[in-house]
């Protein structure tokens, strides 16, 4: 059996080897460090990575494919304020917020994350206050931002509830919360039950595993809209709107897809004032 003092120096030892402790968050962080979100080669080809066609095309692509981004985030009415994106990712939103004349702070849990972001808005002679940090504990005092924008960031940590309570503390009063979360009752969730439950001859698989297991990082949520209201009930109000997305509609043929409600859509947008 190993003594107190040999686990002392052992932790020790560890601790001089650089070895942090392990977090919730490890694997999700893990999972994201492969690369930052959005820049995956079928978007980017062989386009030369952080160049600035690199970028364009990773922007082109996201607005082509998820044209409610700007709709929600109207980017441009927040000049000079002072606005925290959470989980910057490859920094494409980001530029938008600095484009738009916003004071601009970023977090992310990868430092790809933070230096693509960083190198994306270098690129068009803009800068922002960015920081590798895990958003379940936020870096900053009580009522700093004006807003804070968080587009399917929530959902992949490990206590989403606890990012959330984070981001209200962190906003002044009254201040704006603008964000997405993934939906459970959606297409997206209905293929994955389809190929990995059904296929697979385990149609009783829930929505919620299926979701944690094979969406992005281990572990991600998927929300209905009466749950998101309740991780929300901290602020003061949380308008709520459910979107069919191009990733619900994949599979289906393109006269299918005007027939689809949008209670069926993987994203649910967030309006929330503290
Ligand atoms: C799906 S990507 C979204 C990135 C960007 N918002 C976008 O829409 O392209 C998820 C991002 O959230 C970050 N993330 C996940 N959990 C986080 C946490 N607990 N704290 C900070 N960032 C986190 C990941 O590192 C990753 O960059």
Known sequence: MMS???????????????????????????????????????????????????????????????????????????????VLEVGVGAGTDHLQWARAGAVCYGVDLTQRAIETTRAHLALHGLSSTLQRIDAETLPFPDATFDVVYSWGVIHHSAHPEQIVREIRRVLKPD???????????????????????????????SWADLVANHMESPGTKAY???EVQQVWSGFSSCETQQIVTVYDCSWFPRWMHRLFPDSWGWFIVVRSRK
């Open 224 to 226: 209905t809209v009466a």
């Open 4 to 82: 107190k003092v040999d686990e002392s120096q052992r932790t020790g030892a560890n601790a001089a080897a650089g070895q942090a402790a392990s977090s919730p968050n490890d694997d999700v962080r893990r999972y994201w460090d492969q690369g930052a979100c959005g820049t995956y080669d079928y978007i980017v080809g062989s386009l030369p990575a952080l160049s600035r066609e690199w970028f364009a095309q990773i922007e082109r692509h996201r607005y082509a494919v998820e044209p409610c981004i700007p709709t929600v985030a109207q980017f441009e009415t927040h000049r000079g304020k002072t």
């Open 175 to 205: 201040g704006l919360f603008i964000g997405m979360v993934y939906a459970r009752h959606s297409l997206v969730a209905f293929k994955l039950w389809i190929k990995h439950a059904l296929l697979k001859g385990r149609p009783w698989t």
